[in-house]
């Protein structure tokens, strides 16, 4: 996965597969149906971590592919959802053949792409008239103590930073956008488990590391609304995006 950082970000995350299934937020379900367009019945979870979408989409009755090119993720996943194919590879290099998937989804991943390879290898797996979805969970910020919590976390060249809508060339139709706003109820040591998880976190030397676990300590003591349970209420946005491809026809018309 490309990145201009010397420690591989995008395949970081094996490591801490654990700390990142505890930490890590699920999808709305109300987001997971608007990518699956409700007739979706082969799809591929692309760079699916530890689970996160694999497990809805199978609770959705979808015969779910999973790949993902971590090995600690990999075995994370197999734990956490028992049963799904999962496969090794890449969104450059996907091991499936041609025009044998519904929809290729992508959750929190696609960032970490090179667009100009990635996109003809989803073109090459996809049906006639399938599709990719793309999905973020993004911490609301407008809630002032998540804006600080964002402060702590974000590092300059945090990628998230840039988002927006995603270029997916003339091989996909106009890119269709749905937002969820929603809340994640999480005890403290999942929250702590959320900072330590993020790619720059994994990459810092140990005693920065701790530092920075260190202040989000200090701003998740300082918070005064816990829910009865001691969980605390952490709130998102979660932008979905959708495009279709297109036929071989329009592609070189285009």
Not at 39 to 51: I, K
Not at 238 to 246: P, Q, S
Request: neutral net charge; aromatic residues 6%; contains cysteine.
């Amino acid at each position: 996965m490309a990145t201009d950082e010397p420690v591989d970000l995008g395949t970081s995350f094996g490591a801490v597969a654990a700390t990142y299934e505890r930490g890590r937020p699920p999808y709305p379900l109300t987001a997971v149906d608007w990518l699956l367009q409700g007739s979706a019945r082969r799809v591929v979870d692309l760079g699916a971590g530890t689970g996160k979408l694999t497990r809805l989409l199978r609770y959705r009755g979808i015969d779910v592919i999973a790949v993902e090119p971590a090995e600690g993720m990999r075995r994370q996943l197999a734990a956490s959802v028992p049963g799904v194919p999962i496969l090794a590879g890449t969104a450059e290099s996907i091991p499936l053949a041609p025009g044998s998937v519904d929809a290729v989804l992508v959750a929190q991943a696609w960032h970490w792409v090179d667009p100009a390879r990635a996109v003809p290898e989803v073109i090459r797996v996809l049906r006639p008239g399938g599709w990719i979805g793309l999905v973020w969970n993004v911490r609301d910020a407008r809630v002032p103590w998540v804006a600080a919590l964002d402060r702590i976390l974000h590092r300059p060249g945090d990628r998230h930073a840039a988002l927006g809508v995603p270029r997916l060339g003339p091989g996909f139709g106009p890119v269709e956008r749905y937002e969820v706003e929603w809340v994640h109820q999480l005890p403290i040591g999942a929250l702590i488990d959320l900072a330590a998880s993020r790619s720059h976190v994994i990459a810092l030397p140990p005693d920065e590391r701790a530092a920075l676990l260190d202040e989000v300590r200090e701003l998740l003591t300082g918070k005064k609304d816990p829910t009865e349970d001691g969980e605390i209420p952490l709130p998102y946005v979660t932008w979905c995006y959708r495009a279709r491809v297109r036929d071989s026809g329009d592609r070189r018309s285009s």
